[in-house]
């Protein structure tokens, strides 16, 4: 929606925010070989923010690194809608498929949701600072409102 409606990511209301925080982190959250990751990260995907946050997942999908969850002790189950976007995020047929942690794992291993060009438009809309040298792969960004 953002790419379509960039007014959404400056419109400072608190839902916006919320999401843009979001969105920062998730554009953060990569490997050492700089691809888009969920659970996994090089360091802290919200620079300048009073706790340090490891990955997207820590804070929006309540996972860690070794697969520990706070707020993942079930399966959820999926529905047509999850299996609609899981499919199109990992570019491959799913379904059935529950929301649970072995589908975060999934998404961590096969996200396709955006090209490197909407990913830098995207941190473009957030007004989040893009290093010009081709060897940093983090979007280093400013302390989230």
Sequence with gaps: MLLQQPQLATSRTELSRRLSTGLMALLNTRDDRGRQRLIHSTGNVLPGAATPLPSFAAAFLGLTPDGGTGTDPTSVPGNANLDF???AITRARRTGIAFDT????????????????ERIRLARLLELHIPLHSGTHRVPTRPSS
């Excluded at 072995?102 to 060009?117: H, K, M, N």
Aim: glycine share 10%.
């Design 85 to 87: 976007y899981l499919s």
């Design 102 to 117: 072995a589908t975060v794992r999934l998404l961590d291993r096969r996200q396709a949701w955006g090209s490197p060009g």
